[in-house]
């Protein structure tokens, strides 16, 4: 299916934790859903890690948040399709963003043409090397019978207990070295010669570009150092950033690649 031409917009990585009140980095981001807004944004994939974890039981969602759903909504009622990709934080979901806002989650990459430009997108959580471990947790903790078993524990239980996991694998995340060997950007690389123009992912927290065999492959970064989103406006796709974190300055689209 070949998407019609308009602006599109791609973000990862924010890590919202629950906060009372929220927090800055919450009102940063609704400023940015505010701006897309103003641009008449066609379409947001928000390509994992929203937030910092997520766990959804049938009659119960995590507290909190209350001023980002609302912007949600009022960016969904002004036209603007939005397009979630669970990450290695936030894939415990069940309907409960389809019941409420009409989004659904999408649980594996997608490629898709957007005006003629063939995308690939993926969160990019699993293509790291060395990280055996990381992909035997995963598939426990997408298991079924493990959802279930962890489902019979009170949430005030649950969601600590998975606060904390998720808060431990961001510090390990963020130790990782990639100079040497880049799964991520392998996989990338590999994905280009098959004859895509775009790989889009995140997970890494490093807003990267790289081209390869007429394709470019971006890395969008992260909301909690760089705050970088990219935009492709029919022809080109450019990774910016929205906020400055040492200035604490709003930048709105400060070209970065």
Same mark, same amino acid.
């Given at each position: ?5 308009? +602006? ?7 890590? %919202?934790?629950?906060? *009372?009140? #929220? ?13 897309? +807004?103003?641009?008449?944004? /066609? ?8 937030? $910092? ?8 969602? !995590? ?30 979901? #069940? ?13 594996? !990459? ?19 090397? &060395? $990280? ?9 903790? /997408? ?11 009170? !949430? ?32 990338? =690389?590999?994905?280009? *010669? ?12 490093? !807003?990267? +570009?790289?081209?390869?065999?007429? #394709?470019?492959?971006?890395? %969008? ?9 990219? =935009? ?22 400060? &070209?970065?690649?």
């Amino acid at each position: 299916m070949n998407e019609e031409a308009g +602006k599109y917009y791609f973000v990862s990585d924010l890590h %919202l934790d629950y906060k *009372k009140g #929220g927090s800055d980095q919450e009102d940063i981001f609704i400023e940015f859903l505010d701006y897309l +807004k103003n641009q008449s944004a /066609k379409k947001l994939f928000i390509v994992g890690d929203l937030f $910092d974890c997520w766990i959804e039981y049938k009659q119960v969602v !995590p507290k909190g948040f209350y001023k980002l759903f609302t912007k949600i909504s009022e960016l969904k009622k002004a036209g603007t399709e939005i397009v979630y990709f669970s990450g290695n934080h936030d894939f415990w979901k #069940g309907t409960y963003f389809r019941d409420e806002f009409g989004i659904e989650v999408n649980f594996k !990459p997608i490629s898709l043409e957007i005006n003629g430009k063939k995308f690939y997108i993926h969160h990019g959580d699993g293509l790291a090397y &060395k $990280d055996t471990g990381y992909k035997i947790a995963k598939h426990i903790m /997408k298991n079924r019978f493990s959802q279930y078993m962890y489902s019979i524990l009170h !949430p005030d239980i649950g969601i600590r207990l998975a606060k904390h996991s998720s808060a431990s694998s961001r510090r390990y995340s963020s130790k990782k070295n990639y100079s040497k060997r880049d799964g991520l950007k392998d996989f990338a =690389m590999n994905k280009l *010669k098959e004859g895509f123009d775009y790989i889009v992912m995140g997970h890494r927290h490093l !807003p990267q +570009k790289l081209t390869e065999n007429g #394709g470019i492959y971006i890395n %969008l970064g992260d909301w909690i150092e760089n705050y970088s989103y990219a =935009m492709f406006n029919g022809v080109e796709l450019i990774l910016y950033r929205f906020y400055d974190n040492s200035t604490k300055k709003i930048l709105f689209n400060e &070209k970065i690649y």
